[in-house]
């Protein structure tokens, strides 16, 4: 571990990860909640996923929307989360520049594609709700390859200038990431040479993803709330759509809120203490992936129902199985 300035011809090729420096003697404490919320984002996207896969009557665009989004969710907590936590048990903490600036691209491409899901559930739900006579002109299979397209143009293109300029850096002084993972930023500021250009990159990831996102989410929510509500007669309906929205809304803003700080809190010389930072580093990408599979699924009555189905078949092939063996037995 070099903390040491050192000459400006000097580049660290190995950087040291420090998260949670003020819990560095109950490092193996922390891996417990982690590997916990882990294996929890695994199996409930994990069953989301083989639930719409397995009910066919869910093979539509929404919840074609919803098993990528899981499955985006499990990548993005695996590019981080296994790395870490052999990091909190065995101290293996070291990692390469070129892995450094990998895991960056893999964490931040992953984050800017959920980004984009959460935008094209969004609209998928407005047309759905108001314009339903228009749905399957619009919501259709030319529409997906289309959203595709414009999601691996945007979040590559992006994604890999972002990593690109972190990665042209020297960095000749410190080679200790204060962060869990490859954070952007936390690499940059290790950097001995200006990081305006990295720093503009970041204000645009930003721009291009939150301030174009968020807004076309939030009037598509507000639209289908104003539908709805005029349209729902009882009180109930009323409430249950309100209640429905403003989760989703939530944990969007949640998403979004927290991962602009993280991602501003360098750029503009937020004073956030580093664990609080790396706390809130985790949260966007972990909370979402632990809630998602619960707002989309538990709470979707379709899904919900086509579980509930599943396990009716399972249990009656296993007691048909069982009733079988015993009348061989008895014979």
Known sequence: MLEAPLSRNFSHSTFVLRGFPSLQKHRRLLALPFSTSYLLVLLGNSLLVYVIRSVESLHSPMYLLICTLCFV???????????????????????????CLTQMFFTHFMSSVESTLLLAMALDRYVAICRPLRYNEIINSSMLVRLVLFTLVRSVSIMATLVGLAGSLQFCGSNVIQHCYCDHMALVSLACDSTSRSGAAGLAVIICFVGLDIPIIFFSYMKILSVVLRSAAAGEDRRKAFHTCSTHLIVMMCFYLVGSITFLSHNLNIPIPTDINNSMGLMYILFPATINPIIYGVRTKEIRNGFLRIFKNRAKKILTVKVSSAGKGKS
């Open 73 to 99: 969710d499990m990548l993005v907590v695996t590019t981080i989360i296994p790395n870490m936590l052999l990091g909190f048990l065995f101290n293996w903490n070291e990692i390469s520049l070129v892995g």
